[in-house]
């Protein structure tokens, strides 16, 4: 019974981290954020590390799945990986051209 809580969880955390990275919206981010609390909060999971990204910082759970950069670290989710290595999304405008023209 236990173990079908913690895999209801594991995969309830992973599905909106999913979520997290695709959305852009930042009030859908909140409130996504929001829900890993809930699901934190639980403390169904056990803590074993922490995401890299340094304005992140946020507890990584048993079963959850990251990305892992080389030895360089792991964060929750892409979108945390790009921020690290400063990868920004910009609205394009005219005066920008693609770098290798
Ligand atoms: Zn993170």
Do not use: H
């Not at 992140?56 to 290595?85: F, H, L, P, T």
Request: net charge positive.
């Amino acid at each position: 019974m236990v173990s079908q809580t913690r895999r209801k969880a594991r995969n309830d955390l992973n599905e909106l981290y999913r979520k997290m990275e695709l959305e852009k919206d930042p009030r859908n981010i909140a409130f996504l954020r929001a829900e890993v609390r809930r699901i934190k909060k639980q403390k169904i999971l056990r803590k074993v590390n922490c995401c890299d990204n340094e304005k992140c910082q946020e507890a990584i759970y048993e079963g959850q799945q990251v990305i892992k950069v080389g030895s360089d670290g792991i964060y929750c989710n892409m979108r945390c990986w790009a921020e690290s290595i400063g990868a920004i999304t910009i609205e394009m405008g005219e005066e920008q051209t693609c770098s290798s023209r």
